[in-house]
């Protein structure tokens, strides 16, 4: 299955993303793990022609290089491939699991994108439950033009976008400007 574009999802602009690359006239697929409050613009999104792969999740990426993605695999699709010229991580942070942490580390747990975070696991969060929390900082690094970057190097056809963002910047504009 080919598309120019695959949105690995979990996050509120996903669908959005979505429409907007659709409405470029380009093909899009939507591929996320679980459901979530956004659920009307996600239909709208499969009204509008989209792919909607609802309930699956990444199982592999096939690498064409250490710089570039070339396929997908997912639990449901099996061994048929997802293949597109560009792929957006808009996964969310914890809730969504786009970010996860073990008790040395936080994480991205489908493409192993380097992500921003306090190392001393002590300082992740604060006494106060109601203040803001450090962990809530932390997230995947990225190039200037918003690429991911693994071991420090940009994946040339991996943007990221949302909440999964160091610091959950939303810069869904700019990566429709860079896809479209």
Do not use: H
């Not at 509008?48 to 699709?77: C, H, I, P, Q, Y």
Request: charge should be negative; include cysteine.
């Amino acid at each position: 299955m080919r598309y120019d574009v695959i949105i690995i999802g979990g996050g509120d602009g996903d669908a959005t993303l979505g429409l907007k690359i659709l409405e470029a006239g380009k093909s899009c697929a939507l591929l996320c793990e679980g459901r979530i409050s956004e659920d009307k613009t996600r239909e709208a999104f499969r009204s509008a022609g989209g792919v909607l792969l609802m309930g699956d999740r990444v199982r592999e990426v096939k690498w064409e290089s250490d710089t570039k993605v070339e396929a997908l695999f997912t639990e449901n699709l099996g061994d048929t491939p997802l293949q597109a010229g560009c792929f957006v991580l808009c996964s969310g942070r914890f809730f969504t699991r786009g970010l996860k942490s073990d008790m040395e580390k936080v994480y991205e747990p489908v493409f192993g994108c380097d992500v921003e975070f306090e190392p001393d696991r002590s300082k992740w969060c604060v006494d106060d439950f109601f203040a803001a929390q450090p962990f809530e900082s932390f997230g995947v690094k990225t190039s200037e033009d918003g690429n991911a970057l693994k071991e420090g190097k940009i994946i040339e056809n991996l943007l990221v976008t949302g909440d999964i963002l160091r610091g959950g910047q939303n810069n869904v504009e700019e990566v429709c400007k860079t896809i479209i």
